[in-house]
C-alpha cells in the first residue's frame, strides 16, 4: 500500500469512528398562548409576529365573544427576503393532514415595504382555519381546505383604539351619497385581489359594514361562531350559507334593506366618534343660524342678530330648538370648544325668554373666543404638517399601497432562478439576439 492510500484510510477511519454532530436546531420563539411557534434567526422579528398573532387572535375572540380553546399549533417560519430566490412568494400557508393530526404552517418572507395590516391578514386567515377545521380530525390526507371569505378577514378589525373610524366614513360616503351602493349578493362574490388601491379600501368597508351588521343580528355572536364553523362545509353560493346562519338574510328585500341601512348608518359617523376642531366650527355655525318667519317670507339670522328678530313671534321656539342642537353638539364637539357651545346654549335659552341684558357683550366675548381658538388651531395643523414633512424620523405609510403599486409597474419582470428556467432563458438566448 503507498503512503498515499495509507494516508486516505486512515482519515476515513478516523471520521468513521467520530461522533455525528447534530445540526443546530433553528432558533424560534413561543407565543404567550403557546398556539404559535415561530422560527427566524431575527429575535426582534419574532417577537413582533408572536405578539401581533396574539393580538389578531383576540380580536377575533372579542368580536364572536368566544373563549381560547385552540388545538392545533400554528407555525410560522419569518425571514428576510434572498437574494438567490426572488420568486419567494411573501406569505404562503400550508394546510395539510398527517399521521399525527392537522399541521398549519405559515411561511412569511418580510420584504422592507411590508406592512403590519398585510401580516396580519395572513395571521387572520391561519387563525380562521385553525378554527374552521378544530373538529374535522379525521380529515383524509391530500383534503384541499376551504379558505375563510375575504369579506370575513378584511371585516373584522383590530382594536378599537387602532380602528380608523374616520377613514371608514369618508369610504362609505362616497356610494352612499351617490346611491351606487352594491347588492349584498354581488359584493359577496366580489375578488379584491383583482381590484386597485380605491376599490380595495371600499371593498374593506363594505366587508366591515357586513360584519357589523351580522353581530347586530339576534344571537349576532353565537351565529357567526357557528358560521365560521360551519364554513368547511360551505356550499358556492355565499348568500345561501349566510341565510343558513342568519335567516333575516334569506329574503332578498328585506337583506338588501337591511344592508343599505347599515353602510348608510356608518357613513354618517358613530355616535361616539369627536368632532375635529373645523368641524366643530362648521356644525356650530349650521347650528347657530335660525330660520325665523318675518311677516311673510322665511328669513335666515345668525344669534348675534338677536335685537332684528328677538320682538318676532316665531323667534321663541327657533330659538328653543338652537338651544337643544347646542346641547346635541356639546357631546360630539371638540372639547376645546365645549365649555363655549354651553354658553352659547344657555344664550339662546335666556333670549327665549326675552331676557337681553348684557347679551350682546357676552356674545362679543364668544366671537372673539372662537376667532382665537380658530387662529390657535390652525396654527397647531400647520406646525403639525410642517413636523411631519420635515423632522419625522420615518414615512408615515399612508401611500404605502401606492407606492408599492408604482414600484411594481416600473420593475422589470423578476426571471426564476430554478434549473429548468435558467434552462429555457439559456434556449431563449439566441432567438431574442
Known amino acids: 500500500m503507498t503512503p498515499v492510500a495509507r ?34 434567526a431575527d429575535v426582534r422579528l419574532r417577537g413582533a409576529i408572536c405578539d401581533l398573532a396574539e393580538t389578531t387572535k383576540r380580536d377575533v375572540l372579542q368580536l364572536i365573544d368566544q373563549r381560547d380553546e385552540w388545538t392545533t399549533p400554528i407555525v410560522v417560519n419569518a425571514q428576510y427576503p434572498q437574494a438567490n430566490l426572488p420568486e419567494t412568494p411573501r406569505a404562503a400557508l ?16 418580510i420584504a422592507s415595504d411590508a406592512t403590519q395590516p398585510e401580516v396580519r391578514r395572513v395571521i387572520l386567515r391561519a387563525i380562521l382555519l385553525e378554527m374552521m377545521y378544530r373538529g374535522e380530525t379525521n380529515l383524509p390526507a391530500g383534503t ?3 379558505p375563510p371569505p375575504d369579506w370575513l378577514l378584511d371585516g373584522i378589525p383590530p382594536q378599537q383604539s387602532e380602528f380608523d373610524w374616520g377613514r371608514l366614513i369618508d369610504v362609505l360616503g362616497a356610494p352612499v351619497t351617490a346611491r351606487k351602493i352594491p347588492p349584498l349578493e354581488e359584493f359577496l362574490r366580489q375578488r ?53 346562519h342568519f335567516p333575516e338574510l334569506i329574503n332578498a328585500n328585506s337583506a338588501e334593506k337591511a344592508w343599505n341601512s ?25 347650528v347657530l343660524g335660525l330660520k325665523i318667519f318675518d311677516a311673510g317670507p322665511q328669513r335666515r339670522y345668525q344669534l348675534g342678530e338677536f335685537p332684528k328678530f328677538i320682538r318676532n ?51 362679543a366675548r364668544l366671537s372673539a373666543s372662537r376667532k382665537g381658538i ?3 388651531m390652525r396654527e397647531i395643523g400647520d406646525y403639525l404638517n410642517w413636523f411631519e414633512a420635515t423632522q419625522s424620523p420615518g414615512p408615515s405609510g399612508a401611500f404605502a399601497d ?32
Open 7 to 40: 494516508a486516505r484510510l486512515t482519515v476515513l477511519c478516523v471520521l468513521a469512528c467520530a461522533p455525528a454532530v447534530a445540526p443546530a436546531p433553528p432558533e424560534r420563539s413561543v407565543s404567550t398562548s403557546r398556539q404559535f411557534l415561530v422560527y427566524g
Open 94 to 109: 400550508s394546510f395539510a393532514q398527517t399521521g399525527f393530526g392537522l399541521k398549519l404552517q405559515l411561511d412569511l418572507t
Open 144 to 146: 384541499a381546505y376551504v
Open 192 to 244: 379584491p385581489d383583482l381590484l386597485d388601491a380605491p376599490g380595495r379600501s371600499l371593498y374593506r368597508a363594505y366587508s366591515f359594514a357586513l360584519v357589523e351588521l351580522l353581530l347586530h343580528e339576534p344571537e349576532g355572536r353565537r351565529r357567526l361562531t357557528r358560521f365560521i364553523a360551519d364554513l368547511p362545509s360551505a356550499s358556492n353560493d355565499p348568500m345561501a350559507d349566510l341565510g343558513a
Open 262 to 286: 347599515r353602510i348608510a348608518r356608518l357613513a354618517t359617523g358613530q355616535p361616539f366618534q369627536l368632532l375635529s376642531a373645523e368641524e366643530t366650527q362648521q356644525k356650530l355655525d349650521e
Open 313 to 363: 313671534a316665531s323667534s321663541k321656539l327657533a330659538l328653543a330648538q338652537s338651544s337643544r342642537g347646542l346641547s346635541a353638539l356639546a357631546l360630539r364637539a371638540n372639547p376645546i370648544y365645549r365649555p363655549m357651545i354651553y354658553e352659547y346654549a344657555r344664550i339662546a335659552t335666556l333670549l327665549a325668554r326675552g331676557k337681553i341684558n348684557g347679551i350682546a357683550e357676552r356674545l
Open 374 to 376: 380658530a387662529t390657535t
Open 402 to 433: 401606492y407606492m408599492k403599486a408604482a414600484e411594481l409597474a416600473a420593475q422589470p419582470e423578476q426571471k426564476r432562478r430554478d434549473p429548468i428556467s435558467l434552462y429555457l432563458d439559456v434556449l431563449e438566448t439566441p432567438f431574442q439576439n
